[in-house]
């Protein structure tokens, strides 16, 4: 109840004392208040008389009061003009709002997660053209000179293999396979750099650096969306339920005037409800189940779960024999269909383990929001697994990974077969991530828009049977974070592979929403985003350690090409830090670097983490705690609302019949979870 304070009409009541001695009480609190006054929940008419209350006439206030409300002012409009040009210039606002609308919440955050990818990976772009490509271009190093003249001794042949010669000399099968831009800045082998000195920039390091700065960066930008995207019963409670009543009376939107956006508006509302019926539905359901009842779900819940894991073990034994198959057969006649078979077998995988996982989670009847969770987790599990079988395999193959060879022996990885190995990663990835891409393509114009102009033209049992196809959410986002981990991996091996990424995100969002508008039919089964963001950021989480392993594995320990790349003739990449740290610092300062860098170091900062890692959890708990009461509290604040509404009803006049003006007494029990 707003109070007029500055105004009173004529022949109106006096007040209570009470009632005066609470208002002087509020009146004096605002005043000392440090609160803003446009904040306050009052009208206009009630914040002048504050503000007037604050700063008297004929007293003033100091230069240094004014000056800093004037900045404040200043500030808070700046940040307001800033927010407003940056949702005016927001990329796909509009396309985002019209998906939101039509198709709720949880199908829209696909999109707003596509969006966020793009803009980590021209991030990632722009730090590696900084500071490794353009200085490469300006400084143009001096060539390394000629590569030095090693003999192998490999089995069959006497002279060193030029791997992977296409028979083929085909221009757009070259562009596929990566091999039209082996010389190109694409790939690893085109970066060359000269000596190190203590006076030029160093390409070498910018080279080592960037990756792990652009992973870093990334890994901080996830971590931050993820916690913003924690869904609200984690800090309300898991018996807290949303109230049906703030959705019904405060949910339109009255500066609406097209009627295309009340359209959509009101699809939003519709869908708003379906999902807190739904929930609602489920919750009654799992309450009225019996003992008997709960140990039959346990069991179809546990053989289902197992028989998804034995999928899982049989899809990445076929991805590791199929990677095994196509290195092994390098100089078949299908040679070039075999370049392909990893990927093939990879993307078909991946093709038909959602949609197995998908029919066989629905038979669990779960809600919504687990549903679409436990279908991503294994979904996760499988594209995960299958990208660390793939990677192991091509470790095996080329790095002699568990293998004994005689190159392997002599110059840690295999030489016979591949005379720049990091180049052919770099294939092998730029490959997948192409193929990727083109699944994506095909499936939606050869597949998804043929079934749906056969659903139309045709009517039958069959037909009305098929429909189209239904916008999978954990299907499409498990794609996603596929290529965006396969650009992680090739950060080192191939830089510029975000480049291709950003535009594959860029086409695949324009691609998608025709399918969502065009071709798909809107799931039967809503689900919240704000449960899905976060476990759409913890995969994506997942993916880029799943990167991060191999490449600081492969950057300390694993033996650099020959004759290729900025760190020809290292024993491994990062071997070059300590010689710039010789190089660049002074002698104390490279005491605290090897000191920081030993296992001296190791127990102090363990005993720091630890001690972090108490605060964390202590402050953690204390939240939890203020958390507690300050539900209790807002309950207690709702009660004395509803006994002040009471009173009120009793000490108004009854005007006619009897009937009195203000409301009824409700019997209103509170609890932690009850609406408010």
Same mark, same amino acid.
Not at 268 to 289: A, D, T, V, W
Not at 299 to 328: C, E, H, M, P
Not at 379 to 396: E, I, N
């Given at each position: 109840?707003?109070?007029?304070?500055?105004?009173?009409?004529?022949?109106?009541?006096?007040?209570?004392?009470?009632? $005066?001695?609470?208002?002087?009480?509020?009146?004096?609190?605002?005043?000392?208040?440090?609160?803003?006054?446009?904040?306050?929940?009052?009208?206009?008419?009630?914040?002048?008389?504050?503000?007037?209350?604050?700063?008297? $006439?004929?007293?003033?206030?100091?230069?240094?009061?004014?000056?800093?409300?004037?900045?404040?002012?200043?500030?808070?409009?700046?940040?307001?003009?800033?927010?407003?040009?940056?949702?005016?210039?927001?990329?796909?606002?509009?396309?985002?709002?019209?998906?939101?609308?039509?198709?709720?919440?949880?199908?829209?955050?696909?999109?707003?997660?596509?969006?966020?990818?793009?803009?980590?990976?021209?991030?990632?772009?722009?730090?590696?053209?900084?500071?490794?490509?353009?200085?490469?271009?300006?400084?143009?190093?001096?060539?390394?000179?000629?590569?030095?003249?090693?003999?192998?001794?490999?089995?069959?042949?006497?002279?060193?293999?030029?791997?992977?010669?296409?028979?083929?000399?085909?221009?757009?099968?070259?562009?596929?396979?990566?091999?039209?831009?082996?010389?190109?800045?694409?790939?690893?082998?085109?970066?060359?750099?000269?000596?190190?000195?203590?006076?030029?920039?160093? =390409?070498?390091?910018?080279?080592?650096?960037?990756?792990?700065?652009?992973?870093?960066?990334?890994?901080?930008?996830?971590?931050?969306?993820?916690?913003?995207?924690?869904?609200?019963?984690?800090?309300?409670?898991?018996?807290?339920?949303?109230?049906?009543?703030?959705?019904?009376?405060?949910?339109?939107?009255?500066?609406?005037?097209?009627?295309?956006?009340?359209? =959509?508006?009101?699809?939003?509302?519709? %869908?708003?409800?379906?999902? $807190?019926?739904?929930?609602?539905?489920?919750?009654? *359901?799992?309450?009225?189940?019996?003992?008997?009842?709960?140990?039959?779900?346990?069991?179809?819940?546990?053989?289902?779960?197992?028989?998804?894991?034995?999928?899982?073990?049989?899809?990445?034994?076929?991805?590791?024999?199929?990677?095994?198959?196509?290195?092994?057969?390098?100089?078949?006649?299908?040679?070039?269909?075999?370049?392909?078979?990893?990927?093939?077998?990879?993307?078909?995988?991946?093709?038909?383990?959602?949609?197995?996982?998908?029919?066989?989670?629905?038979? &669990? %009847?779960?809600?919504?929001?687990?549903?679409?969770?436990?279908?991503?987790?294994?979904?996760?599990?499988?594209?995960?697994?299958?990208?660390?079988?793939?990677?192991?395999?091509?470790?095996?193959?080329?790095?002699?990974?568990?293998?004994?060879?005689?190159?392997?022996?002599?110059?840690?990885?295999?030489?016979?077969?591949?005379?720049?190995?990091?180049?052919?990663?770099?294939?092998?990835?730029?490959?997948?991530?192409?193929?990727?891409?083109?699944?994506?393509?095909?499936?939606?114009?050869?597949?998804?828009?043929?079934?749906?102009?056969?659903?139309?033209?045709?009517?039958?049992?069959?037909?009305?049977?098929?429909?189209?196809? &239904?916008?999978?959410?954990?299907?499409?986002?498990?794609?996603?974070? &596929?290529?965006?981990?396969?650009?992680?991996?090739?950060?080192?091996?191939?830089?510029?592979?975000?480049?291709?990424?950003? =535009?594959?995100?860029?086409?695949?969002?324009?691609?998608?929403?025709?399918?969502?508008?065009?071709?798909?039919?809107?799931?039967?089964?809503?689900?919240?985003?704000?449960?899905?963001?976060?476990?759409?950021?913890?995969?994506?989480? *997942?993916?880029?350690?799943?990167?991060?392993?191999?490449?600081?594995?492969?950057?300390?320990?694993?033996?650099?090409?020959?004759?290729?790349?900025?760190?020809?003739?290292?024993?491994?990449?990062?071997?070059?830090?300590?010689?710039?740290?010789?190089?660049?610092?002074?002698?104390?300062?490279?005491?605290?670097?090897?000191?920081?860098?030993?296992?001296?170091?190791?127990?102090?900062?363990?005993?720091?983490?630890?001690?972090?890692?108490?605060?964390?959890?202590?402050?953690?708990?204390?939240?939890?705690?203020?958390?507690?009461?300050?539900?209790?509290?807002?309950?207690?604040?709702?009660?004395?609302?509803?006994?002040?509404?009471?009173?009120?009803?009793? *000490?108004?006049? $009854?005007?006619?019949?009897?009937?009195?003006?203000?409301?009824?007494?409700?019997?209103?029990?509170?609890?932690?979870?009850?609406?408010?």
């Amino acid at each position: 109840m707003q109070r007029q304070w500055s105004l009173k009409a004529p022949g109106e009541p006096e007040a209570e004392p009470g009632c $005066e001695e609470l208002c002087e009480q509020e009146m004096e609190r605002l005043c000392l208040s440090q609160q803003p006054v446009r904040v306050l929940p009052y009208a206009m008419v009630d914040k002048r008389f504050i503000r007037q209350l604050r700063e008297p $006439e004929g007293v003033k206030t100091s230069c240094w009061q004014q000056w800093r409300r004037r900045r404040q002012t200043v500030g808070r409009r700046l940040g307001e003009a800033a927010r407003r040009l940056t949702r005016g210039c927001g990329l796909w606002e509009g396309a985002l709002y019209e998906i939101g609308g039509l198709f709720g919440t949880g199908i829209q955050s696909y999109f707003t997660f596509l969006r966020f990818l793009l803009l980590l990976n021209l991030l990632t772009l722009l730090l590696t053209s900084g500071f490794v490509l353009l200085p490469l271009v300006w400084l143009r190093p001096p060539d390394p000179g000629p590569a030095l003249n090693f003999t192998l001794q490999c089995p069959g042949s006497g002279h060193l293999p030029q791997p992977g010669v296409s028979k083929f000399n085909n221009l757009l099968w070259n562009v596929f396979t990566g091999r039209a831009f082996n010389n190109t800045y694409l790939f690893y082998g085109a970066y060359r750099a000269g000596p190190e000195s203590s006076s030029t920039y160093s =390409i070498r390091l910018a080279y080592l650096l960037s990756p792990l700065a652009c992973l870093l960066l990334c890994f901080c930008g996830i971590l931050r969306r993820m916690v913003k995207g924690l869904p609200q019963k984690m800090f309300l409670g898991q018996d807290y339920r949303s109230p049906l009543s703030a959705k019904v009376f405060s949910s339109w939107d009255f500066c609406i005037r097209g009627q295309e956006a009340a359209t =959509i508006k009101r699809h939003e509302i519709s %869908n708003e409800f379906k999902m $807190e019926l739904e929930e609602g539905c489920h919750l009654l *359901l799992l309450q009225q189940q019996t003992r008997a009842q709960r140990a039959c779900h346990l069991l179809t819940y546990l053989r289902v779960n197992i028989l998804i894991g034995l999928l899982v073990v049989g899809a990445i034994s076929a991805i590791f024999w199929a990677t095994k198959y196509s290195q092994d057969n390098k100089e078949e006649s299908l040679f070039l269909l075999l370049q392909y078979l990893p990927p093939g077998v990879i993307a078909l995988v991946n093709f038909l383990g959602p949609l197995l996982f998908v029919f066989l989670v629905q038979l &669990e %009847n779960y809600p919504p929001n687990t549903e679409v969770n436990l279908t991503l987790i294994w979904c996760v599990v499988l594209k995960l697994a299958s990208l660390g079988m793939f990677s192991f395999s091509l470790g095996q193959t080329v790095l002699c990974i568990g293998r004994n060879k005689t190159s392997c022996e002599s110059y840690g990885y295999n030489a016979c077969d591949y005379q720049c190995w990091e180049n052919s990663v770099g294939e092998e990835l730029y490959k997948l991530s192409i193929f990727n891409f083109l699944l994506t393509v095909a499936f939606a114009f050869l597949v998804s828009l043929p079934r749906r102009m056969l659903v139309e033209r045709f009517s039958g049992r069959f037909w009305a049977w098929l429909d189209r196809e &239904e916008f999978l959410v954990p299907k499409n986002v498990l794609d996603i974070v &596929e290529g965006q981990t396969v650009t992680w991996m090739g950060l080192f091996y191939c830089p510029l592979l975000p480049l291709l990424n950003s =535009i594959f995100i860029f086409l695949t969002f324009y691609i998608k929403k025709y399918t969502l508008l065009r071709n798909s039919r809107a799931s039967p089964r809503r689900f919240r985003a704000s449960s899905s963001i976060f476990f759409f950021q913890l995969v994506l989480l *997942l993916g880029l350690l799943l990167a991060a392993v191999p490449l600081g594995y492969v950057v300390s320990s694993i033996r650099s090409s020959w004759d290729c790349g900025p760190f020809a003739n290292y024993l491994a990449p990062w071997q070059v830090v300590p010689e710039l740290v010789a190089l660049w610092l002074p002698p104390p300062s490279q005491r605290i670097l090897y000191y920081l860098g030993s296992h001296a170091f190791s127990f102090p900062l363990l005993i720091l983490l630890s001690l972090v890692l108490t605060v964390c959890i202590s402050q953690s708990q204390a939240s939890s705690r203020a958390i507690r009461r300050l539900r209790k509290q807002l309950v207690w604040q709702v009660q004395e609302k509803w006994h002040l509404v009471d009173d009120l009803s009793r *000490l108004l006049p $009854e005007p006619g019949s009897g009937d009195s003006l203000g409301p009824e007494s409700p019997v209103f029990r509170f609890s932690s979870g009850s609406e408010l």
